[in-house]
């Protein structure tokens, strides 16, 4: 069975972290997501974790190198059959270094899954969404409680994350169409970029992703 290296691209609130879980289930690779691999690794206290830890602790970015080098650990712990990964590279520097550290490994990207939707979507999707304290989400249009403001299962109050503010999300989107946009030129340049409409159905959108990896792995076997 051929690796399946995949990146997932897309501005918050697209649907990345559904579909990555749907993705995972299907094909069992290890989701590696940066924030929870940083932190990890700074509670484990690794060598890696050590190192990052000063510039975490300081609200500083962590260097790429040791980013990087954190992937390619979870990767050869646990990506023989290939990985998911989200929320790295933001930048083409980054896309770019990855890119030689994988092929140093002899393995190499199979796409960048671009799950889009526009502005305006996203931030009412975050907006509307509440979460209790025992982490249970809801969504004042699509998923409301039965009682405005009390999570059903447990009776706590429903709050809004601090992130899902507007303006919070204002202020990531405009990152993300700064530093992160770029890639799509990137990826596409390069055969690899595939598109999904994140404005549709989940199960839609899950589909149409597993009939594309279809696709790509037919493709490589001819």
Known sequence: MSELNLILLGPPGAGKGT???????????????TGDLLRE?????TEL???????????????????????LDKVEEEGQDGF????????????E???????GMGRRLTAALLIEAPDEVV?????????????????????????EGVCDQDGKP??????????????????????????KDYYEERGLLRRFDGTRDVTEVHDHIRATLATLRLEERL
Not at 19 to 33: C, H, K, N, S, T
């Open 123 to 147: 931030i009412a999707r975050l907006s509307g969404r509440r979460v209790c304290s025992a982490g249970h989400v809801y969504h004042v249009e699509d998923d409301p409680p039965k009682h």
């Open 19 to 33: 579909q990555a879980a749907r993705l995972r289930e299907d094909f069992g690779l290890p989701y590696i997501g």
């Open 41 to 45: 690794h700074k509670q484990s206290e």
């Open 49 to 71: 974790g050590l190192a990052a830890k000063s510039y975490m602790d300081n609200g500083d970015l962590v260097p790429d190198d040791l980013v990087i080098a954190m992937i």
């Open 158 to 183: 429903l709050t809004r994350r601090k992130d899902d503010e507007p303006e919070t999300i204002r202020k990531r989107l405009a990152t993300y169409h700064a530093q992160t946009e770029p890639l």
């Open 84 to 95: 998911l990964l989200d929320g790295f590279p933001r930048t083409i520097g980054q896309s």
């Open 97 to 103: 270094a990855l890119a030689r550290e994988l092929e």
